[in-house]
């Protein structure tokens, strides 16, 4: 069965650090590029990052470029983001699925629960 587990959210001042990760189980990890995404309450999802099966291309959207950085660990079938100089509008839950590199649509139909990332001034 498909499993998405995003983990290492949490409570960050403005300005400092966190490293997400995202386990997944139940698909041919080395085969799909892989993505993250964010949801802020009342908002929308939107594509946050993207990085190629074979973890050499990456993709980000304006607002997180210089600042995030995706990787993967294919052996560990875990897809990570580190974000460096948070802002109060990182603020959302976070979300790891399979992707389109191309497009960064998502490919997978469940999400996993996410893991909630909140900046404080």
């Known amino acids: 069965q498909l499993r998405l587990v995003e983990s290492g959210g949490g409570l960050v001042q403005a300005g400092g650090s966190r490293r997400l990760s995202c386990a997944a189980s139940?698909?041919?990890?080395?085969?799909?590029?892989m993505g993250w995404f964010r949801q802020a309450p009342g908002k929308e999802r939107e594509f946050v990052a993207a990085?190629?099966?074979?973890?050499?291309?990456?993709l980000y959207v304006d607002f997180v470029k210089g600042r995030f950085t995706i990787s993967r660990d294919n052996a560990k079938n875990t897809v990570y983001l580190q974000m460096n100089n948070l802002k109060p509008e990182d603020t959302a839950v976070y979300y790891c699925?399979?992707?389109?590199?191309?497009?960064?649509?998502?490919?997978?139909?469940?999400w996993g629960q996410g893991t909630q990332v909140t900046v404080s001034s």
């Open positions: 699925n399979a992707v389109d590199f191309l497009t960064g649509s998502s490919l997978l139909g469940s």
């Open positions: 990085i190629s099966s074979s973890g050499i291309r990456r």
């Open positions: 139940g698909l041919t990890f080395s085969s799909y590029a």
